[in-house]
């Protein structure tokens, strides 16, 4: 992918829009005199000043989100700089990109005037969305500058959580009504100085701000001047209420390929609107959270972040695995006495634990993944059970087989051998069994299915496998 | 959210656009009659025959993203009851909207006619598409039908690998030149019949078709009539090349907000564009593939599959698993001397190797993130190592010290206590050193780093784990 300015000679101009690598380079380079670049001193050094001037005209060149790439992959004393460095009217624009955790740190190093500079070209959603994260002054006085529509939309904006439509909905739109032609929407479109972005269609309210119908422009380009609005207009309209959830609005763009969507209040007013890009960003951050989720990470962290943030964004998981992996621990002490006897059982356990949980993550993914598709209703679990259990007779008829051939071979005892496939069945049953009914009881309790699930299968495999085999080779075995 | 047609009392008909819960239930309902169905017999029992009635219309009202959602939560006699009283006009849309999986098992289903008239109406880009699933016959006839340029459009896409832009860039497109009047090209644009979806930008070319710059519909719209395109025309663009990987245009489409992008050939030349709705499939399924592969699924699997599909798809990592707890099996079984001595041991072992795979996976996950996002050059593997290294040995001394007591307590042996201390501090150590060098070197190698790095890095906690307390146990309790 390449951006390319047009020039005489377009040949000479073609460019890759980031180069990190040099970013990075530059930057290292740059760390011993951050000091005085940061306090906008002279760098006497003239490779240094050099490669200085190299950075600025390169970060100036840069899109906002890119420089939001290039801060979030630094670390904090190049970060620092670096920010020092990028042109400060793209600085709310930047604000905006960074994650949850650098935008923190770059706020954190700027002061009131700076912060104020930096918001003043923003939206009013766009405000919203960094007040939580600015000073209180900041925000009263980034306030005290817009006129009261703006302040009224800033602070319903506010008002809703993070993961509803209203939090991330604009009020930048264009309306009109359905009883003008079409000739007259275009003479009405060109005395603004410019449309909203994403502009692909233009909402149709009646006197009362009732939405009526939208009218994409697909259409009204190619429609009859003369034509009315009424009888150009698409009336079956995917419309949300700000209460509603972002996942799902997503999911609605996704299925109907949307661009834009009309939000509208209890009275179905027309109270703004919500836009693909901060779709697109809704479907990256959901599936990075179930990501991290499933790792064990609380939130999303910063690449750089003090090893003390680091510690504490962890450690709610590790201690969750302490404790599972205790009673996993205390399953195996109370069969101390048949490990004394026969020791090959200690070093075969671990197998059957570990298989189980891999089965068990397997299908426990599965059900996940289609239960945010929507996909699954009551009916289907039992179906599911079935078919999971069916898989996993297979698979533990397999491979309990062959890992009893090996331990049979290897401690020269076929009753081993046979624990070992009866273990392996049984634990990869149960792996089937807790992988479908886990996510189905948590969405049943109204929880996030993806949430710990992966801890939670993994818990059941590892303790009921080794009881399970442990159980099977003190009663078969001694 | 909801779809709503404009009627004189919009209040009576606004709907949730897809209630599966109902769907499920009719289908399961109409089962006995399944064969009737799909034969086109009339069904007798009234109560089976108006439930019949109403599945019919809810699945006619519904948009081929719905249906398809439907299908894909289906057990396979009900899909394919269902498929057969889906609107047939709409079955290549629907068709290109489920999963790969499915998709075999609806065309298996289909024969060639049926197969024919769902591509008939499909443009160049879906019949490629889905031309690798269809029988050759039907690729060949359903080629007949179209003009020698569409079927130039269909073999060129064809000929592009799943995960280049090429394979996924469609060839409907407006385009202009430079030197005419905004006033023409409204008038231009008004002999079509219609614009292609998502235009939301008009191609700028030469007479050699070679791209010189994009006219924004936002910008056409509120441009004087007189200007020229050329003055109103952007011109630093962002364009693919057909052999430019997905991700990366994807992730560009996300940076930038962009909702359509040329794509050109060497010679500059515009030869189709890409849209935002490929992308965001692109984005879902790449998100998709990291967490079926985390989870050790190979790929996207049908949620009804017959049984050995499933299997299929689950052997290589449950193999891979095997092997890996089989290694593991093996360094406890150099230790069996001491685990008889000390058969405390084979209860307190599973401790040190699961914590070790906790935190490698959470060192592992936040590093394959940064790389997928393009923020890890060279120069930061050393420093994330150090903060890794750094926040193991606060996690390492933390929870080392508090299962180290507690085994102290538990087996009243203040020796296990601190080898468990060491144990778990060395193992963490290790953990956050391979969780940043796996997908290091794995990118290095030109590999993707997410696949299998969870296994890779299990594998090497585990054994490690079992390696370093076995071992300190030996040297210091025996």
């Known amino acids: 992918m390449s951006i390319e300015e047009n020039t005489p000679e377009p040949d000479k101009t073609e460019r890759m829009p980031l180069d990190i690598e040099r970013v990075h380079a530059l930057s290292e380079a740059l760390l011993p005199v951050a000091e005085q670049i940061e306090n906008n001193l002279p760098v ?37 700089m670096v920010w020092h460095l990028a042109s400060p009217e793209e600085d709310g624009e930047v604000l905006l990109e960074v994650s949850d955790a650098v935008r923190e740190t770059l706020i954190e190093s700027m002061d009131k005037e700076e912060l104020l500079a ?30 009261a529509e703006e302040r009224a939309q800033v602070q319903a904006a506010m008002s809703y959580e993070d993961d509803q439509v209203g939090a991330i909905m604009d009020f930048e739109l264009v309306s ?53 609005v009424e009888n150009v207009m698409a009336t079956d309209v995917v419309r949300f209420r700000p209460e509603d959830n972002v996942e799902e609005a997503a999911q609605a763009f996704e299925r109907y ?18 836009t693909i890009d901060e779709m697109v960003d809704v479907i990256r951050e959901e599936s990075e959270a179930d990501m991290l989720n499933m790792a064990g990470l609380q939130e999303e962290e910063d690449l750089f972040a003090p090893i003390w943030h680091s510690v504490r964004n962890r450690w709610v998981w590790l201690a969750v695995n302490l404790c599972t992996a205790f009673i996993a621990s205390r ?18 356990m671990p197998i059957v634990a570990g298989i189980g949980g891999n089965s068990g993550n397997q299908t426990i993914t599965m059900i996940v993944r289609a239960m945010a598709m929507g996909q699954i209703s009551g009916v289907q679990a039992r179906r599911l059970l079935k078919k999971e259990v069916g898989v996993a007779l297979v698979n533990g ?68 496998g080794f009881l399970i085999f442990l159980g099977l080779a003190t009663m078969f075995l001694l």
């Not at 007259?184 to 009362?208: A, G, Q």
């Not at 109370?334 to 090959?344: D, H, L, N, P, R």
Request: hydrophobic share 50%; with cysteine.
């Open 44 to 80: 006497e050094d003239e490779t240094l000043s050099a490669k200085l001037v190299e950075l600025i005209a390169v970060l100036h060149e840069l899109h906002p989100a890119d420089v939001a790439a290039v801060l979030e992959s630094l670390p904090p004393k190049e970060r620092s």
């Open 118 to 147: 930096a918001v003043d070209d923003l939206d009013a959603d766009e405000l919203a969305e960094l007040a939580g994260d600015l000073p209180h002054q900041v925000v009263y006085e980034a306030l005290q500058t817009r006129d």
């Open 176 to 228: 009109i009504r359905a009883d003008v032609a079409c000739e007259v929407v275009l003479r009405y479109l060109r005395r603004f100085e410019s449309l909203p972005d994403h502009t692909d269609k233009i909402f149709v309210v009646d006197e009362n701000d009732v939405l009526q119908g939208v009218l994409p422009i697909r259409k009204l380009l190619v429609a009859d001047p003369d034509e009315l």
């Open 257 to 274: 390929d949307l661009v834009t969507a009309p939000v509208v209040d209890a009275d179905k007013k027309l109270i703004g609107r919500i």
């Open 331 to 348: 399953v195996i002490g109370a069969f101390e006495g048949s490990i004394e006897k026969i020791v090959a059982l200690a070093a075969l």
């Open 397 to 464: 008829l397999i491979w309990g087989t062959v890992m009893g051939v090996v331990s049979w071979l290897l401690y020269g005892s076929i009753g081993i051998g046979l624990v070992m496939v009866a273990a392996m069945t049984l634990n990869l049953l149960l792996a089937a069994t807790v992988g479908v009914l886990i996510p189905v009881m948590m969405d049943k309790a109204g929880r996030d299915p993806a949430l710990g699930s992966s801890v939670l299968i993994t818990a059941v495999t590892d303790s009921g």
